[in-house]
């Protein structure tokens, strides 16, 4: 059974930048379309951008589009999500998972804040 972790959360100002990352151990993710996810407090939990297994299409909500690139490196078993010109409305709980968002359990996710 695959297990997430992501890691590379923090606080943030207004306009700053982070790198999340997400690793698998127990199996692999590379034969799969892989999405990050996020949750605010109070709010259900949202898509925010997906990337095919090749890496070769790659997808977001609009909100983030044009700030946040996802990649992936599939010989390290390991997703990512730059995060530029952060806003205080991506603050959330980051998660990742496959495309769809139900094929593994979630990981305890990466919490990011960012201040105004």
């Known amino acids: 059974q695959v297990q997430l972790v992501e890691s590379g959360g923090g606080l943030v100002q207004a306009g700053g930048s982070l790198r999340l990352s997400c690793a698998a151990s127990?199996?692999?993710?590379?034969?799969?379309?892989m999405g990050w996810f996020r949750q605010a407090p109070g709010k259900e939990r949202e898509f925010v951008a997906v990337i095919t297994r090749s890496g070769s299409f790659r997808n977001y909500r609009d909100d983030v589009k044009g700030r946040f690139t996802i990649s992936r490196d599939n010989a390290k078993n390991t997703i990512y999500l730059q995060m530029n010109s952060l806003k205080p409305e991506d603050t959330a709980v980051y998660y990742c998972?496959?495309?769809?968002?139900?094929?593994?359990?979630w990981g305890q996710g990466t919490q990011v804040t960012v201040s105004s």
């Open positions: 127990g199996g692999t993710f590379s034969t799969y379309d």
């Open positions: 998972n496959d495309n769809t968002g139900h094929r593994w359990a």
